[in-house]
């Protein structure tokens, strides 16, 4: 569909401009599922949701955090059962699946007893093979413990989730920041654009109007001098 409108864009600068918003539409749309920003205190037990309809009857998934090492996790499953071995300390004896039957393909996993420092991103991916296409992340969960008073905190009173609270502030904010900048960014270029085909239009208009002037002029000249030397035969 891109391929189809960027083709026609010599045709006509409407065609170009709608062709480039629906193709920064599908680059900039998110390819690795949902992110959702979560607000908790310290203490608050917090669902860290994730779904596949489409998994596997033994699914294999793991849930990980940014910020940890390559072959850490906060949860792994494989075998129908949790693998603790690359666990990672902190999380020892304090996340378990939301739904042991994972019914609907849900995922989702509780942490217990949330402190500050379980601030961070949490990804879940379901392992389908080696390379990273094959395990992108499908849910993204932005994670934000502070005690009651302070900036982000108060969001998960007795454990629920909050959706739309302060997640990781400054990725939330540089998220919020690119929504309004990108399209503001092709507003601009879609006013310039059109703003040259208009200039353009009117430039090819304003010479070809003085060129068919300039093709009157002579005959104008002609008709004239011809009536004079009229004139001055009559007199004579």
């Not at 792994?76 to 739904?99: G, I």
């Not at 959706?163 to 990725?171: L, P, V």
Request: glycine content about 10%.
């Amino acid at each position: 569909m891109p391929a189809l409108l960027m083709k026609n864009a010599s045709k006509s600068p409407t065609m170009w401009f709608c062709g480039l918003v629906l193709l920064l539409v599908l680059v900039g749309s998110p390819v690795s599922g949902t992110s959702n920003p979560i607000t908790a205190e310290p203490g608050d037990d917090v669902t860290l949701r994730c779904e596949d309809p489409n998994i596997d009857q033994k699914p294999v998934f793991e849930w990980t955090r940014t910020d940890l090492q390559e072959k850490e996790n906060v949860f792994f499953y494989r075998d129908n059962r949790p693998y603790l071995d690359d666990q990672h300390e902190s999380f020892k004896n304090r996340v378990s699946l939301k739904n042991s039957q994972m019914k609907d393909g849900d995922l989702s996993v509780v942490l217990k007893n949330v402190t500050v420092n379980d601030t961070g991103t949490y990804q879940c991916r379901v392992l389908k093979g080696l390379s990273a296409d094959q395990n992108t992340p499908i849910s993204t969960i932005l994670l934000s413990v502070s005690p009651p008073g302070e900036e982000g905190g108060g969001g998960n009173e007795g454990g629920k989730d909050e959706q739309g609270g302060g997640g990781d502030k400054d990725q939330v904010n540089w998220s919020l920041l690119g929504l309004i900048v990108l399209p503001v960014l092709v507003l601009a270029l879609g006013l310039v654009l059109v703003g040259l085909w208009i200039y353009r239009k009117k430039k090819g208009s304003n010479q070809s109007s003085r060129g068919s002037n300039d093709q009157k002029n002579p005959e104008c000249g002609l008709l004239n001098s011809d009536s004079k030397a009229g004139r001055n035969a009559t007199n004579i």
